[in-house]
Nanobody, 117 residues
């Protein structure tokens, strides 16, 4: 059983930076951890993922070079550093725990990020 709790979302201006956190409880040492987002009227979309044990990462093209996914193993916490934010980054951001198969079976409740122009 894994429980995930996101935090850090808020209203910011275009060009600002924001860091999201995802505190995890339960065993995630063998997991692939991901960030997803869902904008109003759109389907949930992949943002970034990280292998908890090895640290390998990958990103959606839309955020590559602006967002960085990272982890603090001691705190069992996943982060998403978001720089140069754009209005199109506005969405509810979700943390998820999955596997190397890219199947995610645990999700957080989401945190709202709003970027004003």
């Amino acid at each position: 059983q894994v429980q995930l709790a996101e935090s850090g979302g808020e209203l910011v201006q275009a060009g600002d930076s924001l860091r999201l956190s995802c505190a995890a409880s339960g065993r995630i040492s063998s997991r692939r951890m991901g960030w997803f987002r869902q904008a109003p009227g759109k389907e949930r979309a992949f943002v970034a993922a990280l292998d908890w044990s090895g640290g390998g990462t990958n990103y959606a093209d839309s955020v590559k070079g602006r967002f960085t996914i990272s982890r603090d193993i001691a705190k069992n916490t996943l982060y998403l550093q978001m720089n140069s934010l754009k209005p199109e980054d506005t969405a509810v951001y979700y943390c998820a725990a999955g596997w190397a198969t890219e199947i995610y079976d645990y999700w957080g409740q989401g945190t709202q990020v709003t970027v004003s122009s």
